[in-house]
């Protein structure tokens, strides 16, 4: 699977968007680009994910550049139980992939 | 939802002792993956199997590890002869098979089993 790149952490807000950066510049046209997240002590918990097109759910929207090669994952009004650390991972589905591998992440902080 | 079903969620074993986690997949979920994660580390994959087959096993440790998905009743991780560096909670996740579209193939994952030895 093709690594990602996030900033170690960020600070956000309470209230105002937070916009999480990831770079996948090495991503294949089979691979999706995933966001999970993990709060303290807690199982990862899916937030989305994407192939080519932008998406979006109750929970956050997902950003995809053309090429494909970085995303941006916004969560629209941040609250403080947003406070986690967010992954972002390309994952190829198949019998010979599937497996998600996590990084370090992106340490979020949401501040009153 | 009936999500990814681990117990015990707090398991505390003594030096030398066996431990066994249970993990029931969601339901219709044919997959089921293992991760630890170390105090204060990142989440780790351990073993990816479908039902009575083990499909990657790459991050299983060599020794004391092992891990079924039998056709009846939940995953089962076994870690024998425990020592202190096992400590860590571990995460059990599931998705459907790989015979639903890509686009609903996602994986969840439980609360974890935290395992403490002594």
């Known amino acids: 699977d093709a690594k990602t790149t996030q900033p170690p952490s960020m600070d956000c807000a309470e209230g105002r968007a937070a916009n999480l950066p990831c770079n996948h510049s090495?991503?294949?046209?089979?691979?999706?680009v995933y966001w999970y997240r993990q709060i303290h002590s807690q199982g990862p918990q899916y937030i989305i994910h994407?192939?080519?097109n932008n998406e979006t759910n109750e929970m956050a929207s997902l950003i995809i550049t053309e090429d494909r090669k970085s995303s941006t994952l916004i969560l629209p009004h941040a609250t403080l139980r947003d406070t986690a650390v967010y992954y972002c991972?390309?994952?190829?589905?198949?019998?010979?992939?599937?497996?998600?591998?996590f990084g370090g992440g992106t340490r979020v902080l949401v501040k009153p | 939802n009936a999500g990814v079903m681990q117990n015990p969620r707090h398991l505390v074993r003594r030096r030398g002792q066996e431990a066994r986690l249970r993990c029931s997949p969601m339901?219709?979920?044919?997959?089921v993956y293992w991760y630890r994660q170390l105090p204060e580390e990142g989440l780790k994959f351990m073993v990816y199997?479908?039902?009575?087959?083990?499909?990657?096993e790459s991050g299983m440790p060599k020794e004391r590890f092992s891990a079924e998905f039998p056709k009846e009743g939940p995953s089962i991780l076994r870690i024998q002869q425990v020592v202190r560096g096992d400590s860590a909670a571990y995460f059990c996740?599931?998705?459907?098979?790989?015979?639903?579209?890509?686009?609903?193939?996602?994986?969840?994952f439980g609360e974890g089993s935290w395992l403490t030895v002594v």
């Open positions: 996740a599931s998705s459907p098979g790989i015979d639903r579209p890509r686009s609903e193939n996602t994986i969840y």
């Open positions: 339901k219709g979920h044919s997959h």
């Open positions: 991972i390309v994952r190829v589905i198949g019998a010979a992939g599937n497996k998600l591998t």
């Open positions: 994407g192939l080519k």
């Open positions: 090495t991503i294949s046209g089979n691979e999706y």
């Open positions: 199997l479908q039902k009575e087959n083990i499909i990657d």
